[in-house]
């Protein structure tokens, strides 16, 4: 079991930058490969960034690219995604997930590969 705590989240101005943090739990951090991904009301929850366990890939959605930094600290067993030139269609709950199958071998932007998940920090974008 992994137990996944995400913080960080809040109200912020269009333009404006936040970063998000998610605690992991667990003696194998490095292993689980980390992904960020948010939901919005009414929409389905979206995939928005991943990082190998040791942090040598990422990937990102493509409407966060050049926005979004995913990284990890495995020594403090936290992901981090750090969010600038925010919009207000970021706005969304944001939720870390684990993923133990593809570890440092691969990045899967899959929901449902995703086997471990946190409780959510809300993140609003005001225009």
């Known amino acids: 079991q992994v137990g996944l705590v995400e913080s960080g989240g809040g109200l912020v101005q269009a333009g404006g930058s936040l970063r998000l943090s998610c605690a992991a739990s667990?003696?194998?951090?490095?292993?689980?490969?980390m992904g960020w991904f948010r939901q919005a009301p009414g929409k389905e929850r979206e995939f928005v960034a991943a990082?190998?366990?040791?942090?040598?890939?990422?990937h990102y959605t493509n409407s966060v690219k050049g926005r979004f930094t995913i990284s990890r600290d495995n020594a403090k067993n936290t992901v981090y995604l750090q969010m600038n030139s925010l919009k207000p269609e970021d706005t969304a709950v944001y939720y870390c997930?684990?993923?133990?199958?593809?570890?440092?071998?691969?990045?899967?932007?899959?929901?449902?590969?995703?086997?471990?998940w946190g409780q959510g920090t809300q993140v609003t974008v005001s225009s």
């Open positions: 997930a684990a993923d133990i199958q593809r570890g440092n071998w691969d990045i899967s932007t899959i929901k449902a590969d995703y086997d471990y």
């Open positions: 667990g003696r194998t951090f490095s292993s689980y490969a």
């Open positions: 990082i190998t366990g040791t942090g040598g890939k990422t």
